[in-house]
């Protein structure tokens, strides 16, 4: 079975940057779109950026123009670039693929920015 694994999150400083990645463990076909999500404690989970149909990426307000999402076809991997991280970022950053079948989810990774 397919099986969706994060890495990469960890302790930044204010203003500093991490790289989160997506790895699958398998082809996912028929993807409709991926992206990461997060959820901070006593939060409600959201979207934080987006790759749609025909590349299309979106980003949540808050993260626009520090974060950037990718993916490299040829390893299977998407990832977050995130720079000028902000303590409000703090929080598990989950990722997920949507696929005409099913949704997939990786177990999450815990990023922390501290001030």
């Known amino acids: 079975q397919v099986q969706l694994v994060e890495s990469g999150g960890g302790l930044a400083q204010p203003g500093g940057s991490l790289r989160l990645s997506c790895a699958a463990s398998?082809?996912?076909?028929?993807?409709?779109?991926m992206g990461w999500y997060r959820q901070a404690p006593g939060k409600q989970r959201e979207l934080v950026a987006i790759?749609?149909?025909?590349?299309?990426?979106n980003y949540a307000d808050s993260v626009k123009g520090r974060f950037t999402i990718s993916r490299d076809n040829a390893k299977n991997t998407m990832y977050l670039q995130m720079n000028s991280l902000k303590p409000e970022d703090t929080a598990v950053y989950y990722c997920k693929v949507s696929s005409f079948f099913r949704d997939y989810w990786g177990q999450g990774t815990q990023v922390t920015v501290s001030s």
């Open positions: 398998g082809i996912i076909f028929r993807i409709k779109d």
């Open positions: 790759i749609i149909s025909g590349g299309i990426t």
